[in-house]
């Protein structure tokens, strides 16, 4: 009898683990809680599950009543809501990190202090509370510009503040400390050329996973507000696995024996956003899961049974990972508005997905079978290919059949640096 798998979440990362997960062959349903309705198309063992993500006791008794061998948490709020701490008291099998261990991501400040007992190289800070406020104004007029401010807690991707001008910092001090009561972490700003490095964790077993590059900004060469991503590629260069090891030797393995030694041992996949800078390799930021949009476009690079890796990660085995000689692109359709304000509500009119790409499905819903944009990005468009060019080509092309008067994208995934 095939197995069960429960995933957590409702967008296109989710939507990809479960494409991932329906390949195996020894899988025989994948639920996703609550998923979205994009999530059915093409699929056969698919099943939303009208759970949200932080209803921890209403997962778990679902995990229980359906027999669920493996659950796996997509999003952060998930992990930050206690979700593995309430299924792991129930003895039922979860890939995540606990509530403590998830504050690699759900508190900067946690981070960066994880980060300085273990000697990972990372940018010069200091951390405010809201009752900081004279001294935060005070750092960040100190500090030369640009100033990258952060808010320390969840923020849905979009927390990270890159200030060119006195007033906006002082704009953004104010208005996270004194109005929004959000503890922030002022930070010099780094340059150089940035990427994400994926593993899965158990303790201080580590299986890497890959590289890839998304793209924060919201329009084109990088200009607009910070996003939760708007496309990404993958490889990122010839030196891949390189890059890989040399992310594992110097960072990830540092992080996983300090958190294990600091009583907050870390599993799950650990998602390590790293810049390349002059001075070597320092580390942007740590989430506590696969990111979106890179899980769309690494996943099918992959050739892995997802479900034999999951066994490796619990057995602390090595498993053996092959990965496809292609470029994989990915271009994220948002609604317009995003990220301060999309709009919302609008039918969205699709022509016919044709092979050569794969769409995954975020902010949408369903009304008599018409999907809906309902969330600030909507869907992202992905392609598998020997050349990166083509892979532009076919994702770009398919695009101009689709009704973008409330959408938008980036027109330079795979081409700005």
């Known amino acids: ?31 996703v809680a609550p998923g979205n309705p994009g999530m059915l198309l093409g699929t056969e063992s698919v099943h939303c599950v009208p759970i949200p993500t932080t209803e921890t006791d209403a997962l778990v008794a679902f995990a229980q009543s359906e027999a669920i061998d493996y659950t796996f948490v997509g999003p952060e709020v998930a992990i930050e809501a206690g979700v593995v701490d309430a299924f792991r008291e129930k003895n039922l099998l ?3 990190p606990t509530k403590v261990a998830g504050q690699i991501e759900t508190s900067k400040i946690f981070a960066k202090v994880m980060m300085e007992k273990a000697g990972i190289p990372t940018a010069g800070y200091q951390a405010f509370s809201e009752h900081d ?55 010099e700003f780094l340059e150089g050329p940035e990427f994400s490095h994926f593993s899965l964790v158990n303790g ?3 299986i890497s996973l890959g590289i890839a590059r998304d793209y ?47 009583g907050t041992p870390y599993t799950g996949i650990l998602y390590t956003g790293v810049m390349a800078t002059k001075t070597g390799l320092k580390v942007i930021e740590f989430n506590a899961r696969f990111g979106d949009p890179e899980t769309q476009i690494l996943l099918p690079l992959i050739e892995v049974d997802w479900l034999d890796l999951f066994k490796h990660h619990f057995n602390q085995t090595e498993p053996t990972l092959t990965y496809l000689l ?52 909507v869907f992202m468009v992905t392609c598998q290919d020997e050349n990166l060019d083509r892979c ?21 995934i795979g081409v700005s640096n």
């Open 216 to 262: 924060k900004r919201a329009f084109d060469l990088d200009k607009g507000l910070n996003t939760g991503g708007m496309g990404a590629i993958a490889p990122v260069s010839l030196e891949d696995a390189q890059l890989s090891d040399e992310i594992v030797a110097t960072i990830v393995r540092p992080l996983t024996k300090t958190m294990m030694e600091n």
């Open 94 to 96: 979860i890939i995540g």
């Open 133 to 187: 406020y004279k001294a935060a104004h005070h750092y960040v007029n100190a500090l030369p510009l640009p100033v990258v401010i952060k808010e320390s807690g969840l923020a849905g991707g979009k927390g990270v503040y890159i200030c060119e001008e006195r007033t906006h910092a002082e704009r953004i001090v104010r208005e996270t400390l004194l109005a929004r009561k959000r503890a922030i972490i002022v930070e």
């Open 204 to 206: 201080e077993h580590i």
């Open 1 to 31: 009898m095939g197995k069960k798998i429960l995933i957590i979440g409702s967008g296109g990362r989710e939507h990809a683990l479960a494409v991932a997960f329906e390949k195996s062959a020894s899988v025989a349903a994948v639920y």
């Open 326 to 377: 292609l470029q994989s692109v990915g271009v994220m359709i948002a609604a317009k508005g995003y990220p301060e304000k999309p709009v919302t509500g609008f039918a969205l009119h699709l022509p016919e997905v044709p092979p050569n790409i794969t769409v995954y499905y975020s902010g949408v819903s369903s009304v008599n079978g018409q999907l809906l944009a309902t969330g600030g990005r």
């Open 392 to 412: 532009r080509e076919h994702i770009y092309g398919w695009l101009e059949g689709v009704d973008m008067e409330n959408l938008f994208c980036r027109s330079d």
